[in-house]
Structure formats: structure tokens, C-alpha cells
């Protein structure tokens, strides 16, 4: 059975930090990328950063770049999302994901182009 276990939400004041943990499990973890999504009340999920375990190449939302961190330990099953500068505009619920790629990870269309969803953390920044 395929798991994500996304953890590590929680309220942070503006300028503070927070790591999210995505713990995959049940698929062959070298083979994915793995992808993080956030969704704000009221607004449509987007993809914030996805990272390919298979070559280690990393993509930012342009909302987050210089911001925020991707980073796995293959060793562990679990992807890394370092948050750092956090902002009011990061109030969402954070989600991960696995995919084949992370070509659509903006892409709402395609679902952006996970295959495998977990439960989200809330990450609430206060202003």
C-alpha cells in the first residue's frame, strides 16, 4: 500500500521557519519525484517544489525560490521541505506527492502529474 506521511505544519510568526517531512512508503522511492502542494483557503492547490529522487533535480515555484528548500534522504523514504522567510501568504495546507516526473508540478491540469497523494500538515504563518 502506498503511503505519504506528510508532518511538521504548524504556526510560525512571519520571518520564522518550518521543515516539512513527507515519509513515502509501499513504491520504489528512487524511482519518483515527489512533490509539494499547498492549498490556501478558498484558492486552487498549487505546486510549490518538487524534487526527482532519481537525479536529484529540484524545481521552485517562483513564490518560493531563495526561500524554501527541497532535499531527500533516499536512505529514509522521506523528502525535506526546509521553509525559511516564511510569510502571511504561505498560510496554507501542505501537501506531497509522487510522481513519474516533476515536468507538471504546476500544472493543475494534469493533476500536476502525481500519482500518488498523502494527508496535508497546516503551516499558518501569523503576520
Known amino acids: 500500500e502506498v503511503q505519504l506521511q506528510a508532518s511538521g505544519g504548524g504556526l510560525v510568526q512571519a520571518g520564522g521557519s518550518l521543515r516539512l517531512s513527507c515519509a513515502a512508503s509501499g513504491f520504489t522511492f528512487d524511482d519518483y519525484a515527489i512533490g509539494w502542494f499547498r492549498q490556501a483557503p478558498g484558492k486552487e492547490r498549487e505546486g510549490v517544489s518538487c524534487?526527482?529522487?532519481?537525479?536529484?533535480?529540484?524545481y521552485y515555484a517562483d513564490s518560493v525560490k531563495g526561500r524554501f528548500t527541497i532535499s531527500s534522504d533516499n536512505a529514509k523514504n522521506t523528502v525535506y521541505l526546509q521553509m525559511d522567510s516564511l510569510k502571511p501568504e504561505d498560510t496554507a495546507v501542505y501537501y506531497c506527492a509522487a510522481g513519474g516526473d516533476c515536468s507538471r508540478f504546476q500544472d493543475s491540469g494534469y493533476y500536476y502529474g502525481m500519482d500518488y497523494w498523502g494527508k496535508g500538515t497546516l503551516v499558518t504563518v501569523s503576520s
Open positions: 524534487i526527482s529522487n532519481y537525479d536529484g533535480s529540484t
